[in-house]
Structure formats: structure tokens, C-alpha cells
């Protein structure tokens, strides 16, 4: 695994593939790919694939191209979406690990090493890294950062491995693509592509990655954070309304129940956390509710929650969910246990209320869990 420059063999099988695809990200695609090209291996090939922007992200990247022999510009036909993006730059890899990067981030000229030395220690089928996530205001101006790591860990064995799976999700490390990478040769033999999930761009990556772990026996978990994730205010899916949140978000939960089941590790403490996740998102889906957009009126969000009292899924995971540290959650739960629809509706306006009056506010307790 030594390091070589790939300008001059193109032919030759590098040892990662770096897919990224793009849709009008012309303010940051350069200064990602140069964070890219700065990295200390050089042994990589990066399939930037253009989703039909309608700005200059294709002039950017072909300029860089004929720069960099290492970068090629795939251009898609039609503008379909990140996950047709990424399933056809999967498709057209040729390297022995995947990383799937995204435009609009930055990443420290040592990601790579620290992935390849990782894998000379142990040749793993995924490699997880930590990150920063960056926040920027809704004028686009950098206000704070949040750290997410995870502790060093080796894993040879799926019974090794399995209990950790839970606190990555935990930690929000489980369902990002970018933050790992993956063995190029075991995904495409399990034929896995990124679904298109249509409104809920966001429960598109979990089910990839749940998808690729479920029989996994290897894992590299590393404790540095050279992934630097930008969450924009401003066009962030996580900031704003989207139709049918609570039912893609309780589809999340669903299929990392239905995992640990297949695994036969639906123990208590699994429950714990993936009640303290579900928690989250019915507080989140609770002040959505709330929005004009939402459409709904008092008797509806009174229904809601009736109908979500009686789910098989919030009597399995509610009462066994466990706020630890955040007394913000400890207040939800206290709520939620209650079963009482208009407490539940008065915690979701409070929440709505602040989000939309102090939004970096709420952004930084959210962040912070």
C-alpha cells in the first residue's frame, strides 16, 4: 500500500475511490476538491458526478480534471437526485475502498493516511471516522462547531462488532455515508445502491449503511475528526418543514429495531437508546406539526398523538428510553410517559416557538443533545 501518485496510470486500480456528486455547488466544490488533492496519500481516484447543475460546478470540476488526471467528471443525463449520483459513480469505481464525499464540506490533508494505516492494522469491510460539524447562519456566516467522535476501536468479528453499531447511531455517526469508507468489492457483491426515499432525503443513507453492515465482520472505528461537515441554516433539510418527517424518522427506528432483532440483540439497553432517539424525533415532529405549511389544525395534532400513544413501536421503545445527561430530554420523556395529548401539544409549540424566534439556539441544544 505505498504511496503513489496516480497522474500518469489512470489504468491502474487505485487503492480508494472518492465519489462526489454535485448539484450547483459552484460557492464550495473547489475548495472541497483542493482539500482533496492536498491529502498526504495520493494513491485515489475522485468521480465527481454532476447532477445537471444549472450554475458552474461542471466548468469548475472540468477545469480541475484537466489539472488533476486523478479527478473525472461524470455528467448524468438528467437531474435525478444524490443517491442516482452516487449510484452511478459506485458503479463506475474502480479502487479497493469507497469514500463517498460530499461537495460542500472540507476534510484535513490526513484523512486517507489515517484511514490506510487503520486498514493495514486490521483490513476491515467499513472504516468509520469522526467529524466537526460546522454551523453557519441563515446569512451564511460561520457561528459555532460541534465535535462528533467516537472511541478508537478494532473489530474482527460480527460479535464484536454488533453492540457498537447502536452507539454510533447514538453519536449520529452510523447513518452518514461521508464519514466512512467502504469495501468496494463486498458492496457491489451485495448489489446494494442508495434508494430514492422521494421527500426524506435524509433516511436514504441509514438504509444504505444498515444495509451494508447487517453482515459485516470487520470494523475500523477512529477517534480523529478530519471530516468538516458544514450545516448550513439556510437550505438545510434539517431546519426546514418537511411533509411526512415523523413517518420517514419512524421508518429510521423501525429498520435499527428490525437489525438488532435479526441480530437477536434487542436487548434492554438497545432499547434505551433507540427510545431516546424516537423521543427526539416525535419532540421534532411535534413542533412541525405546528407550522402553517403542516396544514393541521388543533384537533388534528390532538389526533396525532392519540394515534401515536397506540403505536406498537413508541409502547416498545418509550418507557424503556433513558435521557442520561440532556435534562431536555428528561422533560420530553416526563411528557411523553404522561400520554397526555395536550401536554405533548404545548411541548411541541414551546419547541416551534423557539426554533422560529432563536433558531441558532435551538440549533446549539439540538447539536448538543
Known amino acids: 500500500m505505498e504511496n503513489k501518485d496516480m497522474n500518469n496510470r489512470p489504468n491502474e ?3 480508494f475511490s472518492i465519489v462526489m456528486p454535485v448539484y450547483n455547488g459552484q460557492k464550495y466544490i473547489k475548495t472541497m476538491i483542493e482539500s482533496i488533492r492536498r491529502q498526504s496519500v495520493t494513491d485515489w481516484e475522485l468521480l465527481v458526478v454532476d447532477d445537471c447543475s444549472t450554475d458552474q ?12 488526471g486523478r479527478i473525472r467528471l461524470i455528467a448524468m443525463e438528467r437531474n435525478a437526485g444524490v443517491s442516482h ?6 458503479r463506475e469505481a ?8 460530499d461537495a460542500d464540506d472540507l476534510v484535513e490533508e490526513n484523512l486517507l493516511e489515517k484511514v490506510q494505516n487503520s486498514l493495514r492494522e486490521n483490513p476491515a469491510k467499513l472504516v468509520i471516522f469522526g467529524l466537526i460539524e460546522e454551523y453557519y447562519d441563515a446569512q451564511n456566516v460561520y457561528a ?20 457498537e453499531m447502536i452507539r454510533l447511531e447514538q453519536e449520529t455517526l452510523y447513518g452518514y455515508p461521508w464519514n466512512k469508507v467502504y469495501d468496494l468489492d463486498y458492496l457491489k457483491s451485495l448489489s446494494l445502491e442508495f434508494q430514492d426515499y422521494q421527500d426524506a432525503k435524509f433516511i436514504e443513507d441509514i438504509a444504505f449503511n444498515i444495509a451494508y453492515c447487517m453482515e ?13 461537515y458544514a450545516k448550513r441554516l439556510q437550505g438545510n433539510l434539517t431546519n426546514e418543514f418537511v411533509k411526512d418527517y415523523f413517518k420517514f424518522h419512524k421508518k429510521r427506528i423501525q429498520m435499527l429495531y428490525d437489525q438488532y432483532e435479526a441480530w437477536d440483540m434487542l436487548d434492554l439497553g438497545v432499547k434505551e437508546i433507540l427510545g431516546s432517539l424516537y423521543a427526539r424525533y ?25 394515534a401515536l400513544f397506540a403505536q406498537k413501536l413508541y409502547r416498545n421503545l418509550i418507557p424503556c428510553a433513558q435521557a442520561k445527561d440532556s435534562k431536555a430530554l428528561q422533560i420530553v420523556l ?10 405533548c401539544l404545548l411541548m411541541g409549540r414551546a419547541v416551534y416557538v423557539i426554533r422560529k424566534k432563536l433558531p441558532m439556539l435551538y440549533s446549539k441544544v439540538k447539536s448538543g443533545r
Request: aromatic residues 8%; charged residues 30%; glycine residues 4%.
Open 334 to 343: 416526563v411528557a411523553l410517559r404522561l400520554n397526555k395529548a395536550g401536554v
Open 57 to 68: 460546478s461542471r466548468k469548475i470540476v472540468a477545469e480541475l480534471a484537466e489539472k488533476d
Open 85 to 90: 449520483a452516487r449510484n452511478l459513480g459506485i
Open 94 to 101: 474502480k479502487g479497493n475502498y469507497l469514500w463517498l464525499a
Open 13 to 15: 486500480r487505485p487503492f
Open 216 to 228: 459485516i465482520d470487520s470494523l475500523n472505528i477512529l477517534s480523529c475528526t478530519p471530516y468538516h
Open 144 to 163: 459555532y462547531s460541534h465535535i462528533v467522535a467516537h472511541e478508537e476501536k478494532r473489530f474482527k468479528s460480527k460479535e464484536e462488532l454488533r453492540p
Open 282 to 306: 416525535i419532540l421534532s415532529a411535534l413542533q412541525q406539526n405546528c407550522d402553517p405549511k403542516a396544514n393541521m389544525s388543533h384537533r388534528q395534532r390532538k389526533n396525532f398523538c392519540k
